[in-house]
């Protein structure tokens, strides 16, 4: 499967490759922002791919196979500044898609989808030794609770996490669609979305957690702080609103100082076009901020 970048055309506008040629992305994915951005980036130019999924990385690196300027890391980019500081010591623009890849969703068989019968597993870096068939198995109703709760924004996170505790005391939970039917069994019929899966808040929530998602992203933007050049760029790309919160109030709290202008005060939404063509873009919000 293909993945299709969010806000390809807007991340292009506003990094503006062909003048600011060092160029640090976080999550590389697929690749798709990084091909986009090397079309345009000058032959003095560099571009530093992280990502933590050794799959994303090795597939970059034969996407973008013989261009000299474009360096893949292994690596989550809560390290941003140690994994990228070899090659880029002050970057003109840092770019952070916190989407996942469809690549991932449907092809990585790590149980990312509550749609295919796959492994419980949700880790991006497969060396990380948590997964979520872990905990679900292993956590108990409290806590399961409080992570449904706190990382799937689920009000019936207490219904679920008793089921989940009940159903694991017969048979450990194994499978996505052992979940999904403890989820779906969990919530009562008439709270079931036709819009939206009744396990997506649930799975939303496992994988925040198992991947450390929302500390990574936070020690990720202090990282790019540190790193962005004077007139540099660093956009953050959201899909829900945990992650939008933080970079929300992280470049708020930028902006008080002189060093730091908000590029844009409301986050930018993505195009009816964009998706029509791609419906997975509906929750994005990309923000961004220059330093003076």
């Given amino acids: 499967m293909e993945h299709v970048s969010v806000f390809l055309q807007e991340v292009i506008d506003i990094l503006e ?7 640090i992305d976080g999550t590389l994915d697929g690749g798709g922002h990084a091909r986009a951005i090397l079309d345009l980036l000058p032959k003095r130019g560099v571009y530093v791919g992280i990502d933590q999924d050794q799959d994303m990385v090795a597939r970059a690196r034969v996407r973008m196979k013989g261009d000299e300027r474009f360096h893949a890391v292994y690596g989550n980019f809560s390290r941003l500044e140690e994994l990228a500081s070899p ?29 295919k019968d ?7 870096d497969i060396h990380g030794s948590f997964t979520a068939e872990n905990a679900v198995n292993s956590w108990n109703e409290e806590k399961l609770t409080e992570v449904l709760k706190t990382y799937g924004e689920e009000r019936f996170a207490r219904r679920i996490a008793k089921r989940i505790v009940e159903a694991r005391a017969k048979s ?5 669609l052992n979940l999904v039917a403890i989820v779906e069994s969990a919530i009562p019929k008439r709270f079931h979305s ?27 933007l202090a990282d790019a702080k540190r790193m962005i050049a004077v007139h540099g760029r660093i ?15 992280t470049f708020r709290a930028w902006a008080k100082d002189d060093d730091f202008i908000l590029h844009t005060k409301k986050p930018i939404l993505p195009r009816e076009e964009e998706i029509q063509k791609n419906p997975r873009a ?11």
């Fill in 17 to 23: 490759p062909q003048k600011r040629a060092r160029i």
């Fill in 87 to 115: 090659v880029i010591k002050k970057a003109d623009g840092i770019l952070f898609d916190l989407g996942m890849s469809s690549i991932q969703l449907e092809d990585s068989g790590r149980g990312f989808s509550f749609r």
């Fill in 118 to 124: 796959e492994p419980l597993d949700m880790r991006y």
């Fill in 172 to 176: 450990p939970i194994h499978t996505t």
């Fill in 194 to 220: 036709k819009r939206i899966h009744p396990a997506t808040k649930t799975f939303q929530a496992l994988r925040i957690a198992v991947n450390d998602e929302l500390r990574a992203l936070e020690e990720g």
């Fill in 235 to 249: 956009l953050v790309i959201t899909f829900h609103s945990l992650e939008d919160r933080i970079a929300k109030h």
């Fill in 282 to 292: 509906r929750s994005a919000k990309l923000r961004v901020i220059e330093k003076r």
